[in-house]
């Protein structure tokens, strides 16, 4: 009988029951950040680890992609559509104890609309006229002509509100109104997170007390410190071939989702042969994208024919519009003065993807009597400094991940070197568009350009093949907006 009674409190002991529950969680990452701030650089693995969890705006977007109220509760939209007046909350202080108010709000949209902003879309700040703060709970943002976007750009992490007398040291020492303070960055390794005790909001607070972002590039290593339980998540498994032996254990989730990923094969439209838009046809012509997806993805993604992801408000699908014709495109290099073939070099950043997707066109341009040389580049840094800022490439590959970002074919800098003033227009017309019908109309007319000058191989969107612990509940399956929130990530009791 004693000995009956030894054992039933021993399992009892190690039952799930009367275990503490877990409230810290470890994310995996491919991409460490190059800094803390979404504000002031590009690179989406900021946001990834920022947004919502130390970060908020004014607004923010959901698990769909709708925009919802955050740090306003609400606003109003003048008859001519040119001011939007916003209710802020009250009682909200950063992690410094600094107070969010209007003047906060205001120091952050001039900040990003400023001569001085480095700020990743400042372009979408471009449209803002004035922006003034009648009383500490009124925001008042005046615009120059109308903004259909602008709701949804102010929930981005580039939009994210900072306190006025911290925000030049966010880049390493962030602050924000979020539920999560940073507690250590270790380069190389980690971002260490913890449960703000002070959140503005504490009827909504964050069931983890503490999280961990490590930084695991290599995809081997990603899914063997998943199954040693080194990490907990991988919300964006750079394996895809491993991805099927994840679904098939029980000990994890796999769950396949969508993502605003788009990789794309950016030419330099500035310098020969890619200023010709027969040569730009010939490479796309020259790519299977089917074929392409299957063997860099095992089959997952969607071949894309412009830069528009499958999910957005009036998608096009134009993958015909120039489709897989290795004979054809022989011929319109013949016709651009090529009838040899031509060379040139293609810098590829570090990412699985990035890699697998070029040495899969090198073989396809092989085809065509196209050499195609691989230059590895590190990503961020090295591909920011060459490709993105001095535009020293030929031809480039990367997933643009922020969603609806075909404008960015419309500013005169961008690394692509392309200007058409059609596109330009349609663009400006979207933007201004009064209504869903029209505004996809006109990004209608914007993916068709694309598809027809082709400043980029549109090659496929990326699913978000994310693999998790059992029992880890509250990760995003899909990604409209780059993130990995967890205000309402949490273990099964």
């Known amino acids: 009988m004693a000995r009956r009674a030894v054992v039933l409190a021993a399992l009892l002991l190690a039952s799930p029951a009367a275990a503490s529950p877990r409230t810290s969680a470890v994310i995996g990452m491919s991409v460490e950040p190059t800094g803390l701030d979404p504000t002031v650089a590009a690179p989406v693995a900021i946001g990834q680890v920022t947004w919502q969890n130390v970060y908020q705006g004014l607004v923010r977007l959901d698990r769909r992609g709708a925009v919802q109220p955050q740090l306003a509760t609400g606003w109003t939209v003048s008859p001519d559509g040119l001011a939007y007046t916003f209710s802020l909350r009250t009682g909200v202080r950063f992690h410094d104890g600094e107070v969010f108010d209007a003047a906060s709000a205001k120091f952050t949209l001039d900040r990003a609309r400023g001569p001085a902003s480095t700020n990743p879309q400042k372009q979408f700040f471009s449209v803002i006229d004035a922006v003034e703060a009648p009383d500490p709970a009124t925001l008042v943002v005046r615009l120059k002509q109308p903004s259909a976007n602008l709701l949804y750009w102010l929930g981005w992490p580039a939009s994210v509100m900072l306190a006025p007398n911290s925000a030049d040291a966010d880049r390493t020492d962030p602050v924000g109104t979020g539920p999560f303070k940073v507690a250590r960055w270790v380069k190389g390794d980690r971002v260490e997170l913890v449960r703000d005790p002070g959140y503005w909001d504490a009827a909504h607070a964050p069931a983890l007390e503490a999280a961990t972002f490590r930084f695991v590039g290599d995809a081997q290593a990603q899914a063997t410190a998943l199954r040693a339980g080194g990490l907990d998540a991988v919300p964006e498994l750079s394996a895809p071939e491993l991805f ?49 997806v299957d063997a860099v993805s095992s089959g997952f993604g969607t071949p894309i024919g412009s830069h528009y992801a499958p999910d957005d408000p009036g998608f096009l699908d134009l993958t015909g519009a120039l489709p897989y014709d290795p004979a054809k495109a022989r011929a319109l290099l013949a016709e ?3 009838p040899d073939g031509l060379s040139f070099a293609i810098r590829v950043p570090q990412m699985g993807y990035a890699t697998r997707s070029a040495e899969i066109l090198q073989a396809m341009f092989a085809d065509v009597g196209v050499t195609m040389t691989i230059l590895p580049t590190e990503f961020p840094a090295a591909w920011i400094a060459d490709v993105f800022k001095k535009h020293d490439f030929d031809m480039t590959i990367v997933a643009h991940a922020e969603p609806l970002d075909i404008a960015i074919y419309a500013r005169p800098d961008y690394y692509f070197g392309f200007r058409n003033s059609a596109f330009d227009a349609a663009v400006a017309a979207a933007e201004r568009a009064p209504d869903p019908a029209a505004r996809n109309a006109a990004y209608g007319t914007a993916q068709r350009i694309l598809a027809a000058d082709v400043p980029a191989l549109y090659l496929y969107a990326i699913p978000k093949l994310g693999v998790w612990t059992a029992g880890l509940r509250g990760l995003w399956t899909d990604e409209p907006i780059p993130s990995n929130d967890l205000t309402e990530v949490r273990w099964d009791e």
């Open 244 to 292: 099927a032996d994840f679904k098939a254990d029980p000990r994890f989730e796999a769950v396949a989702g969508d993502t605003e990923l788009k990789v794309v094969a950016g030419m330099n439209g500035a310098k020969p042969p890619f200023d010709d838009v027969r040569v730009r046809r010939a490479l796309m012509m020259a790519v299977d994208r089917r074929a392409l």
């Open 336 to 338: 651009a003065s090529h």
